[in-house]
């Protein structure tokens, strides 16, 4: 914590990582550049493809990294490292390199979202605190994502800092569901923060402080006329909590000519509930009131209740989202690719397993994305080496990595790199965009997405390719 009572994220790592880094130094290490990348290996909740969130707070944590006197003394009192350790720790600072695919990206498993290429101590010790970011805001933006097309245009917002599992799972989660398409978050903190858009109405204590429900839904159009939303099961939804909101909207906002507003519905059968009341409404003259549901929901949920005709204009979607229940692991790693010489010759590394799915794919690489001319479409994402271009002008053949009898001419097609410099030398380069422009460019991202990839059961397969000289250096070390 610094003098401004700041908290320093610095020891938010592994224990060995500082052990490693110590080791390197004895070794003489400290100086050999590294290559790590940052990727997951499968999409949670079977879907076809995540989206990438966390990278602005990678960035500030990045910009930040120092250790603190406590956090040396600390370490001395471990008794396992050396001063000539401590005393690097203590004049520490990033110097290295950064690619990453912007925020709001759709990305596929094992590809690279984050490339790191800085001497061995300072590439190790980054590994926990961006794992633990990107992890969690993938893991948030993908699931909120997933939600917000399930309701099909229709608004859904993020309700679920109570359940999440920690303060600051809240405020970021609300954030990173913000980029996956949801309109605003009942999180106040995260707006203050972030200008994520923060609302909310009643909750069934302020219906309980009153006399009676009418006059509880009275007071709160008086005080909120322009934003009334009165929250109608607290009691009995169709015989009391809907009549009376039409007669609190009849008696106070109709003589100030207010034909917007809106009820609320937390409880019971919300399809069934949901068209009564739009009867009850439209009938009463109220067909511009709005009708928001919460309880549990999920994107399973939600096309259920609009597959049964429910007239719902507005989700609040809380625990499910903020916790990703169904998947809550992203599942992001950190693997070293290669490492360079004094000469800047570099070596490629691979991580190999009797999981196939754990074999790493190594050494400095680009990542591509084969955008079709004619519609827009995304059509294959290409991995290559760091010196390798591609011609877009000439038909390319890829195949699928895991199925290589599956091959593929790509043609007439635009390439675009999706890692982008973030940090040269130690120094940020990247113009960090608003949050407002990531979750645009997310969204205009996933429409180019064929619908079948964006499926939500047995979504179909994209093609994520290695370019042939790429190909061949993995298998060459697969066969040594």
Request: proline share 4%; hydrophobic share 40%.
């Amino acid at each position: 914590m610094d003098k401004n009572g700041k908290l320093n994220f610095t020891m938010l790592c592994d224990f060995y990582e500082l052990t490693m880094g110590n080791g390197y130094l004895a070794a003489g290490m400290e100086d050999r550049i590294t290559y790590f990348d940052l990727f997951f290996r499968s999409v949670p909740d079977g879907g076809g493809f995540a989206i990438a969130a966390g990278l602005d707070q990678v960035i500030d944590y990045i910009r930040d990294l120092h250790f603190d006197p406590e956090d040396i003394a600390y370490l001395r009192g471990k008794n396992c490292f050396s001063e000539a350790f401590l005393d690097y720790l203590a004049n520490f600072r990033f110097t290295g390199d950064i690619w990453a695919v912007p925020e709001g990206t759709p990305v596929f498993p094992r590809e690279p979202l984050i490339v790191v290429r800085a001497p061995a101590i300072q590439a190790q010790l980054l590994e926990t605190y961006m794992l633990c970011v990107v992890n969690h805001q993938s893991l948030i933006a993908t699931k909120a994502n997933r939600i917000v097309r399930s309701a099909k245009g229709r608004t859904v917002l993020e309700f679920g800092s109570r359940r999440a599992q920690s303060s600051s799972a809240a405020i970021v989660g609300a954030r990173a569901a913000y980029i996956g398409g949801c309109a605003g978050t009942a999180c106040a903190i995260s707006d203050q923060l972030y200008g994520v858009p923060a609302g909310g109405t009643m909750a069934h204590a302020w219906v309980q402080m009153f006399d009676t429900e009418l006059d509880a839904f009275r007071a709160y159009c008086r005080t909120y006329p322009d934003k009334s939303t009165l929250l109608v099961d607290t009691y009995d939804t169709l015989h009391s909590g809907v009549p009376n909101a039409i007669r609190a909207f009849d008696e106070i906002l109709k003589p100030l000519g207010i034909k917007k507003c809106g009820i609320r519905l937390d409880s019971g059968d919300l399809a069934y509930l949901s068209k009564q009341a739009r009867k009850m409404l439209d009938a009463a003259g109220w067909t511009e009131c709005t009708i928001t549901c919460s309880n549990a929901l999920d994107e399973y949920l939600i096309r259920d209740l609009l597959d049964q005709g429910a007239c719902i204009d507005c989700f609040g979607v809380g625990e499910r989202l903020i916790t990703a229940e169904s998947d809550p692991v992203f599942g992001c790693v950190y693997k070293l690719a290669a490492v360079e010489d004094e000469k800047g010759h570099i070596t490629p590394k691979i991580k190999i397993s009797e999981n196939t799915a754990k074999i790493t794919n190594p050494h400095f690489k680009k990542l591509w994305r084969f955008y079709a001319r004619d519609t827009g479409k995304a059509i294959a994402d290409y991995m290559s080496l760091h010196d390798e271009q591609v011609d877009d002008s000439a038909d390319l053949e890829i195949f699928d990595p895991d199925d290589t009898w599956k091959r593929k001419t790509v043609y007439d097609f635009k390439a675009r790199e999706l890692l982008v410099p973030i940090f040269q030398h130690g120094e940020l380069v990247y113009e960090q965009p608003t949050l407002e422009e990531v979750k645009a460019y997310c969204a205009q991202q996933v429409d180019t997405l064929w619908p079948e990839v964006q499926r939500f059961e047995n979504p179909h397969g994209y093609y994520v390719d290695l370019s042939q000289r790429l190909w061949d250096i993995k298998n060459d070390l697969l066969r040594r």
